[in-house]
């Protein structure tokens, strides 16, 4: 099995900084994830991923038969931040590769194109990498010349949506710039608008339908909750309820994105953001297909989504939607090494967090927003974040994600070179981790704790 697509220079360089996909509610892994793994394709889809010599996962899926284009777009882009290619080079490599994402998209790509253009793109990257160590490279065009010889589906997974599309769709008063570098949130952003109220079906045999199909979804029955939603569709035009047909194109979304169908739940999120009237709706709608474009390093078409998720969450007054954004934008930041916007937007996240005054919230997002500082050298800054998450974990007695908290802030202090620190540190995550049934966790933190 070819599993070395990154090109083992890179850890040499700045590091691989991919997202590792993560579609539940908290951040951390729960123990039974791998448990799950073989009943729940949504599971199979974030742990069926192989890693760099770096001990960081890659994008393609190498236990499926075939590779898809769009993941292997994905870790192209992805070793071309890794390598520390200058603002010239990426250009010149993303002229090519936005001729094959063009490409991709036809119905019945041409192989040959997709891959002469892979080549090219390889050869500018070698020839940087030639420069830089002052010694010849190949080391990107064997990698493409090994990734030709696996299956590839050379078809797009991910249709484009055309950015006015998404434009239109946001409230006058609340329009984000969706500029390519220096997406901002303008000052009339207000989060006390009046909230819309959670739809509820009003026909009986709507509602019953409705929790029929809804049974069927929860128990991964996808065939019969599909047929289900069809029916339901059928029903919710006949007696032309618009809001429901809106809801019946979220749920069936919801269900295509578990099963990684990626273009109809794209679809069917685009139908039910357009449709609905009520803005949860349209802003749930908008962060999943950011995360689907997140999911495959697609930037800008997801930070896009992400503020209008942001602009409608503001409209319903959902705070903490609007925080779990605000988050996700600095994550995308993050990953575009770009820490001016990144910090930015995690100072906004952080501030909308305090104001839900949930403890579960503000722990979580103080968490992502000190391991995006981590990664882009902050660490002063991390270790900030790290100890208000570490507050609210410890207000609400969530010991788990509190000693994995003391975990990143000790490794932090190793990186300083302060081991009595970093001893204290994790002296702490061990009495947090003993009173947790976390088995996994306490030998974890005991192990880094007998090493230090």
């Not at 900084?17 to 579609?23: E, G, H, L, T």
């Not at 590839?152 to 249709?159: E, G």
């Not at 081991?419 to 933190?445: C, D, F, H, R």
Request: charged share 25%; aromatic share 8%.
């Amino acid at each position: 099995m070819y599993n070395t697509i990154y090109p083992g220079y890179a850890n040499s360089y700045l590091g691989i900084q991919n997202r590792q996909i993560k579609r539940k509610k908290e951040e951390e892994p729960s123990s039974q994830s791998s448990k799950n793994a073989e009943n729940n394709p949504q599971e199979e889809r974030k742990q069926q991923t192989s890693y760099f010599p770096n001990g960081e996962k890659v994008a393609i899926d190498y236990t499926r038969r075939k590779i898809g284009i769009d993941q292997v777009l994905s870790d192209f882009k992805n070793t071309a931040n890794a390598i520390g290619a200058p603002d010239e080079i990426k250009a010149e490599v993303s002229s090519y590769l936005s001729l094959i994402e063009s490409q991709s998209q036809k119905k019945a790509p041409n192989p040959q194109i997709i891959q002469s253009n892979l080549k090219s793109a390889s050869q500018i990257l070698d020839g940087y990498i030639t420069d830089t160590l002052k010694k010849p490279s190949k080391v990107v065009e064997n990698w493409v010349d090994a990734l030709f010889l696996q299956q590839i589906d050379y078809k797009s997974q991910i249709p484009q949506l055309e950015q006015e599309d998404i434009v239109d769709a946001l409230p006058v008063d609340e329009t984000f710039a969706v500029q390519q570098e220096e997406e901002v949130l303008p000052a009339s952003v207000n989060v006390e608008t009046v909230s819309s109220e959670v739809y509820v079906p009003q026909d009986p045999q709507l509602r019953k339908m409705f929790l029929e199909a809804k049974k069927y979804a929860s128990q991964d029955e996808k065939e019969m909750a599909l047929y289900s939603f069809q029916n339901l569709m059928e029903y919710a035009n006949e007696i032309g309820d618009s809001q429901a047909c809106a809801i019946i194109h979220f749920e069936e979304a919801r269900l295509y994105d578990d099963f990684n169908q990626i273009e109809d739940a794209l679809y069917n999120y685009d139908r039910a953001a357009k449709q609905s009237t009520d803005n949860n709706i349209k802003a749930k709608s908008h962060m999943y297909m950011g995360k689907i474009y997140d999911d495959y390093v697609r930037l800008e078409p997801a930070i896009n989504h992400y503020c209008a998720a942001v602009s409608f969450a503001g409209e319903a007054d959902n705070l903490k939607l609007q925080t779990k954004v605000l988050s996700d934008i600095a994550q995308v930041h993050t990953e575009k090494y770009d820490s001016k916007n990144a910090l930015m937007f995690m100072d906004l996240s952080d501030t909308i967090a305090a104001e839900t005054k949930d403890k579960r919230v503000m722990g979580i997002i103080s968490s992502k927003n000190g391991s995006n500082c981590e990664k882009l050298g902050e660490k002063a800054r991390a270790l900030k974040y790290f100890s208000k998450s570490a507050k609210s974990y410890t207000d609400i007695q969530d010991n788990e994600n509190l000693a994995r908290n003391y975990v990143k802030a000790a490794e932090i202090m190793l990186g300083y070179g302060n081991p009595a620190k970093a001893k204290k540190l994790l002296g702490k995550a061990y009495i947090a981790a003993q009173s947790t049934a976390n088995i996994e966790l306490k030998q974890m933190v005991s192990n880094k704790l007998a090493a230090v």
